[in-house]
């Protein structure tokens, strides 16, 4: 079993960062892929961004390249979801996920989950 807990959500103003963790426990940290998905109201639960175990391969959804970037430190069991230049668009509720070893980019794919963290950008 592997737990996640995200933090770093809230309301900020559009064109406004955030940075996003996910502190994992459990199992071996290293031994998993990470992912980070979103889910707004009436909508269903979409691919974000994604990195692999050792750092090496990392996805981006095309809504947010260029302006999120996700990142991980083995050492501290942690991934990080840095947010620039955000719009309302990217108004949701954000979940980190891991599955074992490779990316993924569909949900059906991940085996762990937080519970949420929510972000709310105003116009």
């Known amino acids: 079993q592997v737990q996640l807990v995200e933090s770093g959500g809230g309301l900020v103003q559009g064109g406004d960062s955030l940075r996003l963790s996910c502190a994992a426990s459990?199992?071996?940290?290293?031994?998993?892929?990470m992912g980070w998905f979103r889910q707004a109201p009436g909508k269903e639960r979409e691919f974000v961004a994604a990195?692999?175990?050792?750092?090496?391969?990392?996805r981006y959804e095309d809504s947010v390249k260029g302006r999120f970037t996700i990142s991980r430190d083995n050492a501290k069991n942690t991934v990080y979801l840095q947010m620039n230049s955000l719009k309302p668009e990217d108004t949701a509720i954000y979940y980190c996920?891991?599955?074992?070893?490779?990316?993924?980019?569909?949900?059906?794919?991940?085996?762990?989950w937080g519970q949420g963290t929510q972000v709310t950008v105003s116009s």
């Open positions: 459990g199992r071996t940290f290293s031994n998993y892929a």
């Open positions: 990195i692999s175990w050792n750092g090496y391969v990392i």
């Open positions: 996920a891991a599955r074992v070893f490779n990316v993924a980019q569909s949900k059906n794919e991940y085996h762990y």
